[in-house]
T-cell receptor
Framework: KAGVTQTPRYLIKTRGQQVTLSCSPISGHRSVSWYQQTPGQGLQFLFEYFSETQRNKGNFPGRFSGRQFSNSRSEMNVSTLELGDSALYLC?????????????FGPGTRLTVL | AQSVAQPEDQVNVAEGNPLTVKCTYSVSGNPYLFWYVQYPNRGLQFLLKYITGDNLVKGSYGFEAEFNKSQTSFHLKKPSALVSDSALYFCAVRDWRNAGKSTFGDGTTLTVKP
């Protein structure tokens, strides 16, 4: 099976712009979670989608949003970018998002905000 | 709230020696515990998980982990380290109340010297 794919792999934006990141889960997986990884804060949970519905949300401002499509692909959007949004954004998919389900991670999108 | 602690930022071992990367957790109810490895500029790779049953869990690449309920620990081990094991290791815990959310430790950098 193909793994989790994320596009683009690298992005450079300037402050105030917005950005959309894409994630394609493993075939058959219906849960997609997003994480932000930074040297200072480590891995922080953004949100989780299952069957096109957001089921869980982390402690991030409303500038961070996401959605999931009927084929389980997911996008996340960050509006009004700030320097502190520079990070590696990781997407993870699992069968149903249950506590015993293994999350499989994509390679990430490296976002740099100038 | 669920939490994970990895008390060592760095672990250094010689090739061929056994290695241990430590993890302690806090969670309400039964713990669901995971270990991941991250290589530079890559996403997280799943190594192993504990759900229930045997306290010694075997995973990928010769890694195993020992679950200890009384000490709330889930240490990662390998009998004989390889230089190629050098990477960043994350312990994670899942909670039945938080769909799709893993809470990660801060990570431990493992360096295996030839």
């Amino acid at each position: 099976k193909a793994g989790v794919t994320q596009t683009p792999r690298y992005l450079i934006k300037t402050r105030g712009q917005q950005v959309t990141l894409s994630c394609s889960p493993i075939s058959g997986h219906r849960s997609v979670s997003w994480y932000q990884q930074t040297p200072g804060q480590g891995l922080q949970f953004l949100f989780e989608y299952f069957s096109e519905t957001q089921r869980n949300k982390g402690n991030f401002p409303g500038r961070f949003s996401g959605r999931q499509f009927s084929n389980s692909r997911s996008e996340m959007n960050v509006s009004t970018l700030e320097l502190g949004d520079s990070a590696l954004y990781l997407c993870a998919s699992s069968l149903a998002g249950g506590q015993a389900d293994t999350q499989y991670f994509g390679p990430g999108t490296r976002l740099t905000v100038l | 709230a669920q939490s994970v602690a990895q008390p060592e930022d760095q672990v250094n071992v010689a090739e061929g020696n056994p290695l241990t990367v430590k993890c302690t957790y806090s969670v309400s109810g039964n713990p669901y515990l995971f270990w991941y490895v991250q290589y530079p500029n890559r996403g997280l790779q799943f190594l192993l998980k504990y759900i229930t049953g045997d306290n010694l869990v075997k995973g990928s690449y010769g890694f195993e982990a020992e679950f200890n309920k009384s000490q709330t620990s889930f240490h990662l081990k390998k009998p004989s380290a390889l230089v190629s094991d050098s990477a960043l290791y994350f312990c994670a815990v899942r909670d039945w109340r938080n769909a799709g959310k893993s809470t990660f430790g801060d990570g431990t950098t493992l360096t295996v010297k030839p």
